[in-house]
T-cell receptor
Framework: AQKVTQAQTEISVVEKEDVTLDCVYE???????LFWYKQPPSGELVFLIR??????QNEISGRYSWNFQKSTSSFNFTITASQVVDSAVYFC???????????FGAGTTVTVRA | DGGITQSPKYLFRKEGQNVTLSCEQN?????MYWYRQDPGQGLRLIYY???????QKGDIAEGYSVSREKKESFPLTVTSAQKNPTAFYLC???????????FGQGTRLTVV
């Protein structure tokens, strides 16, 4: 069974600090897909990134970056120079090949203080 | 604008009553999903549908029912058999297998 663990329940930082969110996953499949979503107070989940298991190249998108390490089954997410608008719940998720099911971690609540 | 519309945003139900949550998408996506979110927990899959007239149970399907008569619509009924229905319900759709899902704004259901 697939499983996603986000050990950090809450993180609070001051604006302009960097924040890293941890995500550890478990799967028996060699082909799988990892995702990060942001849930602002409005409630709607916003897609941030999708990564397949064969692509370990790290990715940067503006102030966001992702570090995928198959050796440690981790897919961590870093927000650089955080802003108040980054305050949200962030979810890591996993889907295995040929499976529509998306398994979510419990989420990490990020609070950025001005 | 393309997207997913859930209605209503807030819903109150008396114990013992069935209630139906609406989900409509105009993204032309084949797959649709219903998730339940409780405080401090991640999203849990209730039902999903890969194609019209077909749907599959997720991890917590007991007490829920769905239909998929049209590609655009995937309503969820919370029945009286659901023991603890108070939660935030999210509908989503995706273009294909293993692609990113797009979510609606959710319906917050409260049993009174």
């Amino acid at each position: 069974a697939q499983k996603v663990t986000q050990a950090q329940t809450e993180i609070s930082v001051v604006e302009k600090e960097d924040v890293t969110l941890d995500c550890v996953y478990e799967t028996r499949d060699t082909t799988y897909y990892l995702f990060w979503y942001k849930q602002p107070p409005s409630g709607e989940l916003v897609f941030l990134i999708r990564r397949n298991s064969f692509d370990e190249q790290n990715e940067i998108s503006g102030r966001y970056s992702w570090n995928f390490q198959k050796s440690t089954s981790s897919f961590n997410f870093t927000i650089t120079a955080s802003q108040v608008v980054d305050s949200a719940v962030y979810f890591c998720a996993l889907s295995e090949a040929d499976d529509y099911k998306l398994s979510f971690g419990a989420g990490t609540t990020v609070t950025v203080r001005a | 604008d393309g997207g997913i519309t859930q209605s209503p945003k807030y819903l109150f139900r008396k114990e013992g009553q069935n209630v139906t949550l609406s989900c409509e998408q105009n993204l032309n996506h084949d797959a649709m999903y219903w998730y339940r979110q409780d405080p401090g927990q991640g999203l849990r899959l209730i039902y999903y549908s890969q194609i019209v007239n077909d749907f599959q149970k997720g991890d917590i399907a007991e007490g829920y029912s769905v239909s998929r008569e049209k590609k655009e619509s995937f309503p969820l009924t919370v029945t009286s058999a659901q023991k603890n229905p108070t939660a935030f319900y999210l509908c989503a759709s995706s273009r294909a297998l293993n692609t990113e899902a797009f979510f609606g704004q959710g319906t917050r259901l409260t049993v009174v």
